[in-house]
Structure formats: C-alpha cells, structure tokens
C-alpha cells in the first residue's frame, strides 16, 4: 500500500500534468456574435451604412488604419482574444477566413442588428441575428470537411461564446423616433420583457448548436452615452428614458440567465451587467485616467454626440484620456476596463462567475 504522502504526491503530479497539457495546447475557439460593440468588420462585405471602414475609425489599431471596428483600436473581442492568448478572430464573410484559421474561431457580428428582426432596418444590409446562427451552422459544416465531425464537436463545446445583444432594440428602434411602432405596441416595462423573451430563444439556439460557454452581455448606460447626452439630456445629465431602459434589461437579463442555467443544470450562460461596469468610469472618469466620460473623443455638436464619426470630425489628440471614442462607442481603454471587469470582477458585475474562474473551472 502506498503511503497517504505519496498517494497525495502523484495526485498533485497527475493535476499538473493534465493542467499542463491542457494550457499548452492551442488556446481554446472563440465565436463572436452581435452588433457593433463586437463586430470586427463583417460589415466591410455589406452594401449597408452601418460601417467603420473611413478614418479616423482605428486610428490606434496596430495598423493605423481602419479595420471595420467601431472603435479607435481594439474592441472587447480582440482584448478577451488576448486574454486567452489567441489571435483575434477573423470576421466571417472575410475571404482569409479558410483553413486552420477556421480553428480559431470566427466573429459573426454586424453593427446595426438587434434581437430584435425589425432593429436596424434603416441601416439596410446587415447580419440579423437569425443569420448569424445560420452562419454558424454552416461554419461548423466548413471546419467538419476539415478536421471531422467529431472533432468540430469538440471544439465548439470547448470554446468561449460571446454575445451582445440589446442596446439597438432600444436606440434603433424602441427609441429610434419620438413616435415609433414598437413604443405604440408596448411601454417601455413590456418591451423589455418581450425582448428578453426574444433573446432567451437566441441562447437556447446557441445552446442546441454546441455552444457550452456563452458569455452575454447586457446592455450598457444608453442614457449616458454622448448620443443620448446631445439628443436627450437636461444639463448634462444622464438621459432618464434610456437610462431607465438600461436600468430594466441587466436585471431581467440576469434573472432569465439564471432560469436558463437552472433548467440546463449547468452554468452555460454568464451574464455581464455592461450597465454597473459603465456607470463606474462614467460617474468617477477621472479615478479610471479619463479626463471625461461626457465628451466623445470623436463627433461633432454637443458632446461630439451628434451624428457620426468622420474624417472631418472633431477628434481628441489622445484617446486614451476619453471613455467614449464615438458618439456609442467605447474607447480602445475603455473596451480594456471593460474587459479586465469581464475576467476579475466580483459577482456586482459577473453572475454567476467571471471569466479567470471559467478559465480555471474549464482547465482541470
């Protein structure tokens, strides 16, 4: 009989080296889906308005130049991407997307889109979520003449899924004119709990197509962009409608991730509550480096909220001191704020873990 000393010593061996030969493989697959917060130009390859393929977008992106991010630089895909020692994933209507580049995962996400089909139809051509699903659908199908069927399992249940969903349904369409079709049909209460209604039908779909780790993202605080600010705010002053729009779909989204996770039996979903981790920089800027959370680094009119960023807008000479790049977008250091929150942050923001302990739980 072995003593209990060393039976513990070749469990603790045993532990590294399964711990060991699982980190040092290649970094798990990562699947995008979404709007513009992820989409990492997908939108390049549409006839649709929704873009940010003209400079100054990626002014601060390795390349300088712009990449179909709405963005100054990186956005949270290409950031969590780093985290887990990958490259970033390539936008899937890009034409290098083929071979053991299929391996690393695919960004299926369009600006413009929202759970909703009827969000963002003013922006024409864009990926609706329905057609992000089928994409993904036929990308397993392009990675199975690959690798295997098998192995394509494999290597969807053990990737990262994030999706971003929400923000659109609102400003695009609930909030989209004084007098829309979908503000007639509900308040703003009912809206919301149909679209989180809507969007629980989209995470059991991830679900049945293979996904076993989905983060999700709520919404952030739509009434304290610099949009909202220069179209709806009293004094500066968060816009109270949006805010309260916010205010509504983190928590429901929390409580029907919950649901979700108890009725699967396991903690597929992780819920990110984008409006605590925003609110932080945006109420203290100044305790995160910004010298505003007000002002987007780049627009026109007040609080460079109007319209859209272009080459003759407005644009700060350093990015990095501002939360806002765009009139909806974060900055580059904001996006890594947000990122940080998204791997170390406590239960305030991350329900039911965050993603350090995912990457821990998932490596044993």
């Known amino acids: 009989m072995p003593s209990p000393f060393f039976a513990t010593i070749f469990l603790l061996v045993l532990f590294i080296g399964t711990f060991v030969s699982c980190t040092e493989g290649a970094p798990r697959a990562f699947f995008v889906f979404g709007d513009s917060l992820v989409d990492n130009g997908n939108n390049n390859y549409l006839l649709t308005s929704a873009r940010a393929d003209s400079p100054p977008y990626g002014i601060d992106y390795p390349t300088h130049r712009p990449t179909g991010r709405f963005s100054n630089g990186f956005n949270i895909p290409d950031l969590i991407s780093q985290e887990l020692g990958a490259e970033s994933t ?43 699903l089928q994409n993904f659908e036929q990308y397993q199908a392009r990675v199975s003449a690959l690798i295997g069927e098998e192995q394509t399992e494999r290597l969807v249940n053990g990737a990262l899924v994030l999706i971003t969903l929400g923000g659109n349904d609102y400003v695009n369409n609930y909030f989209f004119t004084p007098v829309s079709a979908r503000r007639l049909q509900y308040n703003l209460q009912d809206f919301s709990v149909y679209i989180i209604s809507e969007y629980r039908k989209i995470l059991m779909r991830l679900y049945d197509l293979g996904a076993r780790r989905v983060l999700v993202t709520g919404s952030g605080p739509l009434g304290c962009v610099p949009s909202s600010l220069a179209s709806r705010s009293v004094n500066g002053e968060c816009a109270e409608e949006p805010q309260r729009a916010s205010a509504i779909f983190n928590p429901l989204l929390v409580q029907m991730i919950q649901g979700l996770n108890q009725e699967l039996g396991s903690d597929i979903f992780v819920a990110a509550n984008a409006m605590e981790m925003q609110t932080d920089f945006i109420k203290n800027p100044q305790a995160f480096g910004f010298v505003t959370s007000k002002i987007a680094c780049c627009g026109q009119g007040p609080y460079n909220g109007i319209g859209i960023c272009t080459a003759s807008s407005n644009l700060c000479p350093n990015r990095d001191l501002y939360a806002f790049w765009d009139p909806f977008h974060p900055s580059e250091r904001a996006n890594k704020i947000i990122v940080q929150t998204l791997f170390t942050g406590s239960d305030k923001y991350m329900t039911p873990m965050n993603l350090s302990t995912i990457m821990a739980i998932d490596s044993l």
């Open 90 to 132: 390539l936008p899937y209507l890009d034409p290098e997307l083929t071979g053991d580049k299929l391996l690393v995962g695919a960004n299926f996400a369009s600006a413009g889109i929202g759970i909703l089909n009827d969000t963002g139809i003013q922006f024409a051509n864009i990926i609706r979520i329905s057609t992000q």
